[in-house]
């Protein structure tokens, strides 16, 4: 049952646009998205996030939730085991097998809908399901570095403890690094490529064009997710709006200042020229300037000062420049 199974897999640092995009692939008929399904693990952070999600349906628990209700069911019924249980992230390669299929094939059964939108955005996740055998389709998503780094530190405040304080340097780090490492990973497979920017500026055209790309049918395109009900877990607030706008934003603009951008810029060169053997050559510039920077300038920063555990953000997933 699984060959018959398609996942949509999105991938991006955080803060990158990865919500609108699933909420809006999701919104055809003919995909299905259930949020960020490595919320399914079992690590004492993920348990605990899990246990406050609430679906995008109805803003409630997921554990009432109608259509996780009916998942969970499905797989105590057929694999005797609750969806609080899985462990889609496990370390031993059979158990990830087994609880990824197990998951996927009862969002189908549930749904009716054989193509699956997985919004995990981590590239490990992403390595581990292809070698596992499952039928991924990447699809690379891109948002302008100085939104990305503007949002991550701007929203962090309101995230879980280890997710907070990432200083901006290391945001703009992260996402040379997170690019840096796709290109190597997908180099046999190169994903769909969609911007953040032109998706949020014109929706309709950018979201035709990825449909067809992916050979599935645009004719009947809905971009308004208030319609109907979605049962998105994890991801931005956006995805409990009623009355949804699609809009770039620029707050970025006066958030960061000139210095700031500046030096974002120069940080993530290698992405935004999209040259790949320019972070090669970028390696040492780069770790050169992100030591003078916490050496001489890191107390100017205080009230971002970086958390003690990055594994949340996905910040140690990817190699190191």
Not at 285 to 291: K, N, V
Request: a positive charge; proline letters at 5%.
């Amino acid at each position: 049952m699984t060959n018959s199974i398609t996942i949509l897999y999105i991938l991006c640092p955080s803060q990158s646009g990865s919500t609108l995009l699933s909420l809006l692939l999701g919104n055809q008929p003919q995909l299905v998205c259930a949020g960020e399904l490595n919320i399914f693990a079992q690590s004492p952070e993920r348990r605990q996030r899990l246990r406050a999600l609430r679906c995008s349906c109805d803003q409630l628990p997921w554990q009432v939730c109608e259509f996780w209700s009916a998942i969970d069911h499905y797989l105590q019924q057929h694999h005797q085991l609750s969806l609080a249980e899985l462990d889609v992230e496990a370390k031993e390669a059979t158990i990830f097998h087994q609880h990824n299929k197990w998951l996927y094939e009862a969002i189908k059964a549930v749904s009716g809908k054989s193509i699956i939108v997985d919004s995990s955005k981590m590239i490990i996740r992403f390595t581990r399901l292809r070698a596992a055998g499952f039928r991924v389709v990447p699809i690379r998503l891109q948002r302008k570095p100085l939104a990305v780094v503007y949002s991550w530190i701007k929203r962090g405040a309101q995230w879980h403890p280890e997710d907070r304080g990432h200083q901006w340097w290391n945001v703009a780090e992260h996402y040379t690094t997170f690019y840096k490492t796709l290109n190597k990973v997908s180099s046999h497979d190169p994903p769909y490529r969609i911007s953040y920017d032109q998706l949020a500026q014109q929706p309709a055209m950018t979201l035709r064009q990825l449909l067809d790309q992916l050979g599935l049918d645009s004719t009947d395109l809905q971009l308004d997710w208030s319609q109907q009900k979605y049962h998105h877990l994890s991801g931005n607030p956006m995805r409990y709006q009623r009355n949804p706008t699609i809009e770039a934003d620029d707050r970025w603009r006066n958030g960061l200042r000139p210095a700031q951008q500046k030096a974002i810029l120069f940080i993530t060169l290698p992405t935004l020229l999209d040259v790949r053997w320019l972070y090669l050559l970028w390696k040492y510039p780069i770790r050169a300037f992100l030591r003078m920077r916490a050496l001489f300038f890191g107390l100017k920063d205080e009230e971002q000062r970086p958390s003690a555990n990055r594994s949340a953000t996905g910040l140690r997933n990817n190699d190191r420049l």
